[in-house]
Each structure stands twice: as structure tokens, then as C-alpha cells.
């Protein structure tokens, strides 16, 4: 059975330290989380990855080199690309514009 990104959702994971995983568009499969580097405060970028040799799953990036312009909404610049699928956007006043 192929996994679907409803069935288990980076917001219903175990948050690191005090950032939760948050939604930014559910229905897009977008996610913003900690960041997995310690010399960054830059959030980790989730997204539901269809262009993986492997079944879809969650992909994470990290946003070491974009800026964070506002936390409270989100706003990062520029935009997001993963080179596995092609998902590529912008979140801006806390919700994701595709590309």
C-alpha cells in the first residue's frame, strides 16, 4: 500500500526542543519544523515527496541560506525548490504560494 500524506503528518510527530512542526498547507503537504543543524535557528522545510526512487514519503530540507523575514507569520525568502520532484514555492504571511 502506498503511504498518503494524511496518514501520519509531520504535525502528529514528537517536536525537538520548543519549536512544534507546524502546518503551513495541509492539503499541499507543506510542513515548517526545527531545524536539525545547531548553528542555525533557520526551520526545517517538510513536504509530501512524489519524485523519490522510493513511494512518496515526507522529504526534509533544511533553510540554512534563506532569510528569515518574519516567524510570527512565517516568511522565508527565496523561494523553496526540491530538486527530487520539483515542489517549488514560497511561504509568505504563513502560507505557501506554489511556484
Known amino acids: 500500500m502506498t503511504p498518503s500524506r494524511f496518514d501520519n503528518p509531520p504535525t502528529?510527530?514528537?517536536a525537538l526542543g520548543?519549536?512544534?512542526?507546524i502546518a503551513i498547507d495541509e492539503a499541499?503537504?507543506?510542513y515548517?519544523?526545527?531545524s536539525f543543524r545547531p548553528?542555525?535557528?533557520n526551520p526545517t522545510f517538510w513536504h509530501w515527496c512524489t519524485g523519490l526512487a522510493v513511494e512518496p514519503r515526507y522529504l526534509a530540507m533544511g533553510t540554512p541560506h534563506h532569510t528569515v523575514?518574519?516567524?510570527?507569520p512565517w516568511h522565508l525568502e527565496p523561494s523553496l525548490?526540491?530538486?527530487?520532484c520539483g515542489c517549488h514555492g514560497w511561504i509568505r504571511d504563513g502560507?505557501?504560494?506554489s511556484a
Open 12 to 14: 502528529q510527530w514528537a
Open 18 to 21: 520548543d519549536m512544534p512542526i
Open 28 to 30: 499541499a503537504g507543506i
Open 32 to 34: 515548517l519544523g526545527p
Open 39 to 41: 548553528e542555525t535557528t
Open 69 to 72: 523575514e518574519s516567524r510570527d
Open 81 to 84: 525548490l526540491c530538486p527530487e
Open 95 to 97: 502560507r505557501w504560494a
